[in-house]
């Protein structure tokens, strides 16, 4: 079964640090560019952060750019958002998708079900 699956969400406080995962079963991937999306309720989806294949480039949105590093570990067929200094504006459902390209920015073709991040005092 293909699927994403993302972890490592919860509840900080303002000026915090988190660490998601997307971790991908069933196929491998190595050979796609993955991105971090996010949404927050009565708020349009955003993208985050994309990581390429093609040449390991990255890009992110200017909301998040300085604080947050994107990475991939194609031994474990996982992907990282390290997000430092979180702020409560950052409080949304990030989840991560691919498709079939090595570029960003991917199709949402393959997505998670996503992981809660809260950034409250």
């Known amino acids: 079964q293909v699927q994403l699956v993302e972890s490592g969400g919860g509840l900080v406080q303002p000026g915090g640090s988190l660490r998601l995962s997307c971790a991908a079963s069933?196929?491998?991937?190595?050979?796609?560019?993955v991105a971090w999306f996010r949404q927050a309720p009565g708020k349009e989806r955003e993208g985050v952060s994309c990581?390429?294949?093609?040449?390991?480039?990255?890009e992110y949105a200017d909301s998040v750019k300085g604080r947050f590093t994107i990475s991939r570990d194609n031994s474990k067929n996982t992907v990282y958002l390290q997000m430092n200094s979180l702020q409560p504006e950052d409080t949304a459902n990030y989840f991560c998708a691919t498709d079939v390209s090595p570029h960003c920015w991917p199709n949402i073709a393959i997505w998670g079900q996503g992981t809660q991040v809260t950034v409250s005092s």
């Open positions: 990581i390429s294949n093609s040449d390991g480039s990255t």
């Open positions: 069933g196929f491998s991937m190595d050979y796609y560019a």
